[in-house]
């Protein structure tokens, strides 16, 4: 029973064990070109028997010479091919420095094979300087920028976005957009200004987005714009120019007031006034000078917000700065939670009357329900966060609580919020106040970034 013969198998590569089919091809026609003399040969030594022997020695001689040739021109023909073939395959691999020499017949293919290994290098050093100049400008941005897959997974986010999610890279990568929240924004139309909560950060935000393809595949472009922090910065100039107004009136009506006040309080001494009409005189304008100089107390109360200099930053113990605050208000015991050691890198002046204006207001709201008043720290991977929490009746619902001038208390300035608003955002932290969940009262929430070489918490 015969075998069946083996299926044929595709050429080898130059160098393997089995003769490709084109050296076989080069091969086989130098020894065609060679058999005709072979056979010329052969047969004129044929017709003379004494020198049959010897002819026989020269066609052996001549044939192995032959064979010989027919190998060093096949070796010729084919170097410079695998010599081509390695270039080709140095750049199917992604290596673009090696290149080839120039010589023989194959001068111009060697030449555009260098030239399209150049062109290929370029290219990729252009593209590696592109790529590192998105991400230099992708970190720059103050936008989140979020690139999501074909299956709505996260593939690309750049600082900003990290903080705004508070996780870090590795806990993002991957994950859905429903799982981090995000999925509604997508939905939304594109250029649309909504009110959201994320991890590290509420307010208002306009939300972009964008179909984008890569390899073929689908994605889409995410760019989140804390459009809210741009216009409290703006809110903030329009009330320092008004503030500079008022004060220049004001005091320019204040300053002939308390004059007068002085010079009636003056005559008020003298005879022969009545007694009963001196005392209510004398009252009257006792009462013009306590509100005269009110209403100079109560307006350099607010040119706090205008005059706040830039912050000082210097190493401050936070648990230290914490255990002063909490013992400046006596009207209220303030409970200080114990935290981790932790140095951050602060004006301590600013910050304490920020804190001051913070537990203020909780021991303000609770008083009536005689509520404890706690104070608290923690660390997270990227900042420091202070927490001040009241057992009062909560935070009224508005949004204007960070608002300079407004006010839900009798006689409030309406400053505190918005100084430490100001001052959280000068050390590059912001502020906020929200509704406990745990209990009646509230929460206010400051926080910093964390210094670069801070150690982990215990």
């Not at 004060?247 to 009545?274: D, F, K």
């Not at 509100?291 to 000082?312: C, D």
């Not at 608003?421 to 206010?444: I, K």
Request: aromatic share 4%; net charge neutral; proline share 8%.
């Amino acid at each position: 029973m015969a075998t069946p013969e083996p299926s044929p198998t595709p050429s080898a590569r130059p160098g393997s064990a089995r003769l490709p089919a084109y050296e076989r091809r080069i091969l086989d026609g130098s020894a065609v070109i060679a058999a005709p003399g072979l056979i010329v040969a052969a047969l004129l030594l044929s017709g003379h028997a004494a020198v049959h022997a010897i002819g026989i020695w020269l066609v052996l001689a001549a044939s192995v010479a032959t064979a010989l040739l027919i190998r060093w021109q096949c070796r010729r023909l084919v170097y410079p091919l695998h010599t081509l073939s390695s270039l080709l395959d140095a750049l199917r691999l992604g290596d673009y420095s090696l290149r080839g020499t120039a010589g023989g017949a194959l001068d111009d293919l060697v030449y555009d094979i260098n030239a399209l290994a150049e062109r290929l290098q370029q290219e990729r050093l252009q593209f590696e300087e592109s790529s590192y100049l998105l991400g230099k400008t992708l970190a720059a941005l103050d936008n989140a920028v979020l690139v999501f897959d074909q299956d709505a997974r996260l593939r690309l986010l750049n600082p900003a976005a990290q903080r705004l999610l508070q996780a870090e890279r590795h806990q993002l990568f991957g994950r859905l957009a429903h799982d981090l929240g995000l999925q509604p924004l997508l939905d939304l139309s594109s250029g649309q200004l909504v009110n959201h909560r994320f991890s590290g950060r509420s307010g208002r935000f306009e939300i972009r987005h964008a179909p984008l393809r890569t390899d073929g595949r689908s994605g889409r472009l995410l760019v989140i714009n804390d459009v809210g922090r741009v216009l409290r910065e703006e809110e903030r100039q329009a009330w320092q120019r008004l503030l500079r107004v008022l004060g220049h009136e004001v005091n320019n009506s204040l300053a002939p007031i308390q004059s007068m006040a002085g010079t009636l309080a003056s005559l008020a001494l003298r005879e022969p006034l009545p007694e009963d009409w001196r005392e209510d005189f004398r009252g009257g304008l006792e009462l013009i000078g306590h509100r005269a100089g009110a209403l100079s107390r109560f307006l350099a109360s607010y040119s706090q917000l205008t005059r706040l200099p830039p912050p000082r930053p210097a190493a401050v113990a936070l648990p230290a700065l914490l255990d002063k605050v909490a013992r400046l208000d006596a009207r209220r015991p303030v409970q200080l939670a114990p935290g981790p050691t932790v140095t951050v890198n602060v004006d301590a002046d600013q910050l304490e009357q920020a804190l001051i204006n913070l537990v203020r207001n909780a021991v303000e709201a609770s008083l009536p329900v005689e509520g404890e008043v706690l104070l608290r720290w923690r660390v997270e991977p990227d900042r420091v966060v202070i927490e001040v929490l009241d057992e009062g009746e909560g935070p009224p619902v508005s949004d204007n609580l960070f608002v300079p001038f407004f006010t839900t208390k009798p006689g409030g300035s309406g400053i505190g919020l918005a100084l430490a608003r100001q001052v959280a955002e000068a050390h590059e932290g912001g502020v906020s106040l929200l509704a406990r969940t745990d209990t009646p009262g509230a929460v206010a929430t400051l926080w910093l970034p964390r210094p670069p070489a801070q150690p982990e918490p215990p």
